[in-house]
T-cell receptor, first 112, second 111 residues
């Protein structure tokens, strides 16, 4: 069964900490995405990558960075976590032709 | 900028009834996706619609796409409690790789 795996299901971090959210896919997909989901705001795209070492800003990139050193892994980095980054984070991947997007199980991050 | 509008946002149904969720989008696209999300869980892919007139069915759910009207529908037939969830439509914006989501429809099926 094809999978997108997010390393943590729940995380609690302190304000100001550097936070790494990891995502690994086993489908050899070219494209990978990070979304955050908040009540009333829906899903919003943070960053995406269409190739190794390539990255593009989504709608809300401020306060975040990403890293894609290998095709299967896409990391989201919160440089200095803030309470307004408390959210559900969803990773997704898709093949080059974007016929179907597969989502990971999500990481619920709480910043205190 | 691509905008995706779903309605209704909240839907309370009785078991056995039929209903339709609507998804309108603002710019040309021929790729539309429907997802289901259970509370606290991630998104489960339901349907991928890739061309005008596409219709797909799975169990009590049927999705269709009219690219000329920029409209997709998710029809629920004879609802059962297990269908209670939030349903999202998402539109692929084309070359910018961006998948834009509707706000979701929270469906509650009551006995």
């Amino acid at each position: 069964d094809v999978k997108v795996t997010q390393s943590s299901r729940y995380l609690v971090k302190r304000t100001g900490e550097k936070v790494f959210l990891e995502c690994v896919q086993d489908m050899d997909h070219e494209n990978m995405f990070w979304y955050r989901q908040d009540p009333g705001l829906g899903l919003r795209l943070i960053y995406f990558s269409y190739d190794v070492k390539m990255k593009e800003k989504g709608d809300i990139p401020e306060g975040y960075s990403v890293s894609r050193e290998k095709k299967e892994r896409f990391s989201l980095i919160l440089e200095s976590a803030s309470t307004n980054q408390t959210s559900m984070y969803l990773c997704a991947s898709s093949p080059m032709d974007r016929v179907g997007y597969t989502f990971g199980s999500g990481t619920r991050l709480t910043v205190v | 900028e691509l905008k995706v509008e779903q309605n209704p946002l909240f839907l309370s149904m009785q078991e056995g009834k039929n209903y339709t969720i609507y998804c309108n989008y603002s710019t040309t696209s021929d790729r539309l996706y429907w997802y289901r999300q259970d509370p606290g869980k991630s998104l489960e892919s339901l349907f991928v619609l890739l061309s005008n007139g596409a219709v797909k069915q799975e169990g009590r759910l049927m999705a269709s796409l009219d690219t000329k009207a920029r409209l997709s529908t998710l029809h629920i037939t004879a609802a059962v409690h297990d269908l209670s969830a939030t349903y999202f439509c998402a539109v692929d914006g084309g070359s910018n790789y961006k998948l834009t989501f509707g706000k979701g429809t929270l469906l509650t099926v009551n006995p």
